[in-house]
């Protein structure tokens, strides 16, 4: 068991005075961990904090006035966040028993990222490529969870939360967001399982996507190519559901409501301005 505390000021990869005004805090209660920091430029900060064992934590901070903060408290945990540019903001806290993984990139500006992992054998994946002003959050409760974020272009969001309990067992739930375009809003959230599967895909500018699920196999998918639409999927009080919604244009609706089990809905709509409304069940 051993316990200590690194404050180390303008130390790690102070080249040519590029690094005089960097911060680094490591704190680390237990056996066989491991952090690493890597800082270029002026006025970043990174903090890591490790409780546990065996656990891994990486920052790499390329830029001017960046933020990563890290906290494991467990076993088995294993991070890395990469910022390359200014202004941009990381946070990452892993709670359990350990076997959880994530990972944040940052390339661009005034990016925000959050990942909260409590529970087991979690898997959070989040990317902001050449992006300024994003905002991305994953939240895993409970075990054997996997969330994807992947943002491209200035003034995204997208919001993913899984599970409700650190003892939620077995929920085995996929999400992912793919946003290639500017100001597209996206959410997922599962709250039940097992064996949730949704997926959304904008490409273009200025759409919204929200997708709830909170009992076990089902499944919902949201592509949207074109500027200004809008979807929205609900799939609660059953089991083995289906939702998929395709828009190509702009300005297109689509909104789909299932209660109950076995049931299967698809829209297409290819066009402006169309609209749908779904609801199935009792």
């Not at 959410?187 to 949704?198: F, L, R, T, V």
């Amino acid at each position: 068991m051993c316990k200590k505390t690194l404050k180390i000021a303008a130390i790690i990869l102070a080249v040519s005075g590029l690094a005089l005004a960097n911060t680094t805090n490591i704190t680390q209660t237990g056996s066989d961990n491991a952090a690493t920091i890597d800082q270029v430029g002026s006025n970043n900060d990174a903090t890591v904090t490790q409780t546990g064992d065996d656990n891994n934590a990486d920052i790499d901070q390329t830029g001017n006035n960046n933020t990563a903060t890290k906290t494991q408290i467990g076993d088995n945990y294993d991070n890395s966040i990469y910022q390359e540019g200014d202004d941009n903001a990381a946070t990452q806290y892993q709670e359990g028993v350990g076997n959880s993984v994530s990972d944040i990139v940052q390339i661009g500006n005034r990016n925000t990222a959050s990942q909260i992992q409590m529970g087991n054998n979690n898997i959070a994946m989040l990317s902001q490529m050449l992006s300024d002003d994003c905002t991305a959050i994953q939240e895993q409760w409970g075990n054997e969870n996997e969330a994807h974020i992947n943002q491209t272009g200035p003034g995204n969001i997208a919001m993913q939360h899984q599970g409700t309990d650190p003892g939620q067992t077995d929920l085995q739930g996929y999400v992912s967001i793919l946003q290639n375009g500017e100001g597209n809003d996206a959410s997922q959230e599962q709250i039940g399982g097992p064996g949730n599967e949704a997926w959304i895909t904008q490409l273009g500018d200025y759409n919204t996507a929200s997708q709830y699920q909170d009992h076990g196999l089902t499944y919902a998918e949201i592509n949207q190519n074109g500027n200004y639409n809008n979807a929205t999927q609900s799939q609660v009080d059953g089991d083995a559901n289906s939702a998929i919604c395709t828009q190509t244009g702009d300005n297109n609706s689509c909104q789909q409501q299932q209660i109950g089990s076995g049931l299967l809905s698809t829209v297409n709509q290819t066009g402006d301005w169309n609209a749908v409304a779904i609801n199935q069940g009792p």
